[in-house]
């Protein structure tokens, strides 16, 4: 279960790094006792503690350590909150749309093509 735990730990600092860019707010330890966004100390570099992420972490070995039938629960529980978010987006972008989209490139992809892949991956 190596290969789960590594797993998780790059997932856990991913999803605690995007939280953290959210709120604009980092709540890390940084190992030279700098603050964050201060020399030696950034989202850049990997010389800080994160806190989040390490609950994420022990989440995922909680279930882990659970089973096989509470995993398949928590997974089933994920995939059907990712549908959920993903039909609300689809009902809310349809509710919320005024004007012609279509009507040119610039206006169906303002930013581009890095900008939708940016945009999708965002979910």
Known sequence: SLEYSTSAAGVARSWSAKVYGMMDSWWVACYNGGAMHSAGCNADEDFYLDPLAGLITIACHGVLLMGVSTGKIVI????????????????????????NVFESAEAFAPRGMGGVVTASSML
């Not at 009902?91 to 919320?96: E, K, M, N, Q, S």
């Open 76 to 99: 089933n529980s994920f995939t059907l909150a990712k549908m959920a978010l993903v039909l609300f987006i689809i009902v809310a972008g349809f509710t919320c749309w005024t004007g």
